[in-house]
């Protein structure tokens, strides 16, 4: 066997320059197709560290039954009443899984500066707990400060955020009073006075002039309840995400709670739009590749054994039988794989050691900040582009192989 893998290797020298561009080829495609997976999964763990961490979203979200139903018509009907949030917590806490959670209670209204007024969509949180989910981001956005001003704290729960929009429009600067307006749940008009601290980008243009942040307790007087809309759980591991929604789904409704749990992706749809569109990018980059891999090593292949038809003659004289000569073009076209892709894994490092030394940065969709650009490397990719390569080498080579050991001897040791 040694004795063909030698005879291989310099078969692919008879030619080098011929050799030289294939291998170029093959490790070009090997490295589109690696820092496109790097950077996809740099995209998709941005994504889902910025809903679940960033935001302050965690993994999984605890709901009355209905409210994502029915919710947007009728809120206060589906809101989760301070004793069945305590039932929840209780619940939670015997479990070690779960890092931390949080209630939260989304409201609308009017938001004045006493001149003119226009409508707001806020999130009400306790500011400490989602500091905590914050913290546990494992991307280089989580340690950025998204927001002008002062940080949201429970010292302050009168404290509000606007998007820079909003607050644009209303002439609103760090330190004014703002006047909140809402209907409480019994549908009496209520206002309180709130103190902008921070401004910041909304992740959608659509919401630029309508978001704010408030705290629970400043939500929770506004709408006059006690209750809340959901609640938000952080694991200590991703993974357990779908086995703790059931494990939590069954003791809920055992402790006489009719709720539904989503997971983080089922509520993020732009995670899910943006993986599927991801999906079939780098499915057309991996056809391309794999088309030019393919052309490439056929071409070769081809040229070699028109180049080498005497050559083949005088082997089957001597008594080489045809799956003989069907190995070793076979053993040469892997060979311009494995050297294709081990070029390509250099150029994979090569792209993310410079975009780690530059360190470039983009903005984003859904992020209104310039961030560092990453490319992960993913050696399971890696190690999959490289066996997908030799095998389609293999492949590639199969049929002209097949037809020059198909070749009569007589014919072959002619051939001018």
């Known amino acids: 066997m040694i004795t063909w893998f030698k005879l291989a290797t310099r078969n692919l020298f008879r030619n080098g320059r011929r050799s030289l561009f294939t291998v170029m080829a093959i490790g070009l495609g090997f490295a589109a197709v690696n820092a496109l997976g790097g ?20 993994h999984l979200s605890i709901f009355k039954k209905g409210f994502l139903d029915e919710g ?16 929840i917590d209780e619940v939670l806490a015997a479990h070690p899984e779960i890092r931390i959670s949080t209630p939260e209670l989304n409201i609308s209204g009017l938001v004045s500066n006493g001149e003119v007024s226009t409508i707001f969509l806020a999130s009400g949180r306790v500011a400490s707990k989602v500091d905590v989910i914050r913290s546990r981001s494992r991307t280089k956005v989580g340690g950025m400060q998204l927001f002008d001003g002062e940080p949201m704290a429970d010292e302050q729960p009168n404290g509000v955020g606007m998007s820079q929009g909003l607050a644009d429009q209303l002439r609103f600067k760090q330190g004014d009073t703002v006047v909140v307006m809402a209907p409480t749940v019994n549908g009496q008009i209520n206002a309180l ?9 909304s992740p959608v243009e659509a919401l630029e002039d309508k978001l704010m942040l408030v705290s629970l307790e400043f939500a929770q007087n506004l709408y006059d309840t006690t209750s809340v809309d959901r609640v938000n759980v952080l694991l200590n591991d991703g993974l357990l995400t779908e ?12 402790r006489g709670l009719d709720v539904d749990i989503k997971t983080w992706n089922e509520l993020s749809t732009f995670y899910t739009k943006v993986k599927n569109m991801f999906d079939v990018i780098f499915l057309f980059a991996f056809l391309i590749v794999f088309t ?11 040229m070699a054994i028109m180049e080498r038809t005497r050559e083949i003659g005088t082997l089957r004289a001597l008594g080489v039988k045809r799956r003989g000569i ?26 993310w050691s410079s975009i780690a030394t530059l360190e470039p940065t983009w903005i984003p969709p859904q992020i209104t900040r310039r ?8 050696p399971q990719e890696m190690l999959w582009s490289l066996l997908a390569l030799m095998v389609l080498s293999l492949l590639a080579a199969s049929l002209p192989a097949r037809k020059a050991a198909r070749m009569e001897i007589v014919g072959a040791l002619g051939h001018v």
Do not use: C
């Open 39 to 58: 950077f996809t999964a740099y995209i998709f763990t941005s994504l889902e560290d910025s809903y679940i961490h960033i935001q302050g979203n965690g």
């Open 72 to 87: 947007k018509l009728d809120p206060t009907r589906y809101l989760l009443s301070e004793e069945e949030v305590a039932v």
């Open 193 to 201: 006075d709130g103190q902008m601290l921070q401004t910041f980008n």
């Open 243 to 254: 086995p703790m929604r059931a494990t939590l789904q069954n003791e809920l409704i055992g």
């Open 292 to 302: 030019i891999v393919v052309m490439s090593v056929i071409n070769t292949v081809g």
């Open 326 to 351: 069907v190995g070793l073009f076979a053993l040469e076209s892997m060979l311009l794989g494995l050297f294709g892709s081990l070029f390509g894994v250099l150029l994979t490092l090569a792209v």
């Open 371 to 378: 961030i560092p650009l990453e490319v992960y490397l993913v």
